[in-house]
């Protein structure tokens, strides 16, 4: 028999009916072709088992409590379909089957024009499919018996709720919640679940998470930018993927106290977390590089039995500036950079040592508070920029292992006052005590010694210095703008001397040369803006000499033996110079070679 219905809604001329045969339904449409009047909500009858559908005039809604079958002939169909509550014994929906799916992972796409989509599947399904082409998806609710949820299920869906605590969930899939900007709601995951895989709520503003308590690992940028505020860690959880929770900007405080199993702290893990204030960890062996960078409001990092702690690579707390409290052993070895930037750390630090012969670069680069450092025995060298720009560091003690420093190494201390190197001490790198503007001594006990170019620039504090005696080589602008610098010692088997070596040393009285036999390379400007009132050459093995011009205070002047030739504008702005001796071989004074000395004589 063939039965027509009829749906009766007020003030509408919309009137749609269907055609049922056989407990099937064999059409439906709307006597009006007014189709934005048709029904929000259409119910069948109970006794419904097969749902066929022709032509179908967009539905919003479709309950049945007994149907086994939905089969469609055409996806225009559904256009604004928003949601469905089927038969626990579907096997067939809209838009896929949920016993043979045909090997796929995925859901077809959605009609054009579905809008506000909610999904209720059966009770018995166990799979959520991927419906990450769902872009009006709202929310899915999640079937009692539902065991995994699968890799992108809804990655990128503007989905804003879900419930992740049946007991039946077992398993996450990569990406399943990524992107879900909409998803600004509390997450308590099944206690079944046993990992968070990669990406999985990477992106989706969710704002708390409470992790299973049988989670063992969390994949990388597993939950990476989200809105959490803390974390509490659960016990048994053993490994942590990189920047497992880097950029979550609201995460205030993490606690993995009761995590023992954890010994590693993944690279970037909690990076530019920019609101963490306060972190707790288990008895942890490694912290990995940029694990806390940037986050800028962190004070505090205890670390329980931090005599475990061996390892902290780069980077791990760059540009923490308000860290001030750091639970770490003496025997821990660092990576480069690991404290740059912690302008709060004030606490003093023990390192180096046999366990760790090198002090890495940049170790507390602009660590501003920072005033007491003791690098112990066995330690061989310290890199670059390793304590530059530490403006407090006033004491610190250099084991007498340590042979080495690096480039710009003490660079801007401008707290430093004396410092003495062991005779074991033999290279100093370029800018090694740059801008140190209160270092007034500098004792080097070594015989012969390496000295780096710019090594006191702008050491405006600097009186006198010594050259060691065996030291063969001044690089360019050693003491450029030492502006108290008033006596330099030479050593006697120097054999060159760089450009602007003295250079506005305005102070500088005594410089003698005179046992410089052995002395053969002068750089050009080499005393300019100096006090110096006669400069004695005249021991020297010198061929050739660079411009030494804007010698402002010098009277005389007594030229090498050797020398063969002058070059253009030679004296130029020596304007206290009254008289110079040049050699025989001397045969041609070349232009502007005295320019501007107003004073001479002879």
């Known amino acids: 028999t063939q039965v027509r219905y009829k749906f009766i809604r007020e003030e509408t001329d919309a009137v749609p009916t269907y055609t049922l045969v056989n407990n099937t339904i064999l059409s439906l449409m709307s006597e009006s072709e007014n189709t934005d009047k048709f029904p929000d909500l259409l119910v069948f009858p109970k006794h419904l088992t097969h749902f066929n559908f022709g032509k179908i005039s967009c539905p919003y809604g479709i309950i049945s409590s007994t149907a086994t079958h939905l089969l469609k002939y055409d996806d225009t169909i559904y256009d604004n379909i928003t949601h469905y509550i089927l038969s626990d014994s579907t096997k067939k929906s809209l838009y896929y089957d949920f016993i043979d799916m045909n090997g796929k992972n995925h859901l077809d796409a959605p009609p054009d024009g579905a809008e506000d989509v909610i999904?209720?599947?059966?009770?018995?399904?166990?799979?959520?499919?991927?419906?990450?082409?769902?872009?009006?998806?709202?929310?899915?609710?999640?079937?009692?018996?539902?065991?995994?949820?699968?890799?992108?299920?809804?990655?990128?869906?503007?989905?804003?709720?879900?419930?992740?605590?049946?007991?039946?969930?077992?398993?996450?899939?990569?990406?399943?919640?990524?992107?879900?900007?909409?998803?600004?709601?509390?997450?308590?995951?099944?206690?079944?679940?046993?990992?968070?895989?990669?990406?999985?709520?990477?992106?989706?503003?969710?704002?708390?998470?409470?992790?299973?308590?049988?989670?063992?690992?969390?994949?990388?940028?597993?939950?990476?930018?989200?809105?959490?505020?803390?974390?509490?860690?659960?016990?048994?959880?053993?490994?942590?993927?990189?920047?497992?929770?880097?950029?979550?900007?609201?995460?205030?405080?993490?606690?993995?106290?009761?995590?023992?199993?954890?010994?590693?702290?993944?690279?970037?893990?909690?990076?530019?977390?920019?609101?963490?204030?306060?972190?707790?960890?288990?008895?942890?062996?490694?912290?990995?590089?940029?694990?806390?960078?940037?986050?800028?409001?962190?004070?505090?990092?205890?670390?329980?039995?931090?005599?475990?702690?061996?390892?902290?690579?780069?980077?791990?707390?760059?540009?923490?500036?308000?860290?001030?409290?750091?639970?770490?052993?003496?025997?821990?070895?660092?990576?480069?950079?690991?404290?740059?930037?912690?302008?709060?750390?004030?606490?003093?630090?023990?390192?180096?040592?046999?366990?760790?012969?090198?002090?890495?670069?940049?170790?507390?680069?602009?660590?501003?508070?920072?005033?007491?450092?003791?690098?112990?025995?066995?330690?061989?060298?310290?890199?670059?920029?390793?304590?530059?720009?530490?403006?407090?560091?006033?004491?610190?003690?250099?084991?007498?292992?340590?042979?080495?420093?690096?480039?710009?190494?003490?660079?801007?201390?401008?707290?430093?006052?004396?410092?003495?190197?062991?005779?074991h001490f033999h290279t100093f790198g370029d800018s090694a005590f740059r801008q140190c503007t209160n270092l007034e001594t500098v004792t080097m006990m070594a015989p012969k010694v390496y000295l780096g170019p710019n090594l006191f620039t702008e050491c405006s504090a600097l009186t006198t210095f010594t050259v060691p005696p065996q030291t063969t080589h001044l690089p360019e602008n050693t003491f450029y703008k030492c502006e108290k610098l008033k006596k330099v010692i030479l050593s006697p088997h120097l054999t060159s001397i760089d450009a602007g070596c003295f250079w506005g040393t305005d102070t500088l009285v005594t410089c003698d040369f005179t046992a410089l036999t052995k002395l053969t390379a002068i750089g050009y400007n080499l005393f300019n803006f100096t006090a110096l009132t006669s400069l004695d050459l005249s021991h020297t093995k010198v061929e050739s000499l660079y411009t030494m011009s804007n010698m402002i205070h010098v009277k005389t002047i007594l030229l090498p033996v050797s020398l063969t030739s002058l070059c253009d504008g030679q004296f130029c702005n020596c304007t206290s110079l009254q008289s110079i001796t040049l050699p025989p071989q001397i045969t041609c004074i070349p232009t502007e070679c005295f320019l501007r000395c107003s004073s001479l004589k002879t």
Request: proline share 6%; with cysteine.
């Open 119 to 423: 999904i209720i599947p059966p009770k018995y399904m166990q799979h959520v499919p991927c419906l990450n082409e769902y872009r009006d998806l709202l929310e899915y609710v999640l079937s009692p018996a539902t065991k995994t949820i699968c890799a992108e299920a809804f990655r990128g869906t503007p989905i804003n709720q879900i419930d992740l605590h049946w007991p039946s969930l077992t398993k996450l899939g990569k990406d399943a919640f990524a992107l879900c900007g909409c998803l600004r709601c509390k997450i308590v995951l099944s206690d079944n679940i046993k990992q968070i895989p990669e990406t999985c709520f990477f992106l989706a503003p969710i704002t708390s998470i409470t992790l299973s308590s049988q989670l063992t690992y969390i994949a990388e940028c597993g939950l990476s930018q989200t809105n959490i505020e803390s974390l509490q860690l659960p016990p048994l959880l053993r490994t942590l993927g990189n920047a497992f929770c880097a950029k979550c900007k609201y995460l205030n405080d993490v606690d993995a106290t009761q995590a023992w199993n954890l010994k590693k702290i993944p690279p970037r893990a909690f990076a530019i977390c920019v609101s963490l204030e306060r972190v707790l960890l288990p008895p942890v062996t490694y912290i990995g590089e940029e694990a806390f960078e940037e986050c800028r409001c962190l004070k505090t990092v205890t670390v329980q039995d931090a005599g475990q702690l061996l390892l902290v690579k780069d980077s791990a707390f760059a540009i923490c500036v308000a860290l001030e409290e750091l639970t770490i052993p003496a025997v821990c070895v660092y990576g480069e950079n690991v404290f740059q930037q912690c302008e709060s750390l004030a606490r003093a630090f023990i390192v180096g040592g046999k366990h760790q012969p090198h002090i890495p670069d940049g170790l507390f680069l602009e660590c501003r508070k920072l005033k007491t450092i003791c690098i112990v025995n066995g330690t061989q060298s310290i890199g670059s920029d390793t304590f530059s720009h530490c403006d407090q560091l006033i004491n610190i003690h250099i084991g007498k292992s340590v042979t080495r420093m690096g480039n710009n190494t003490f660079r801007g201390c401008s707290a430093l006052k004396n410092m003495t190197f062991d005779r």
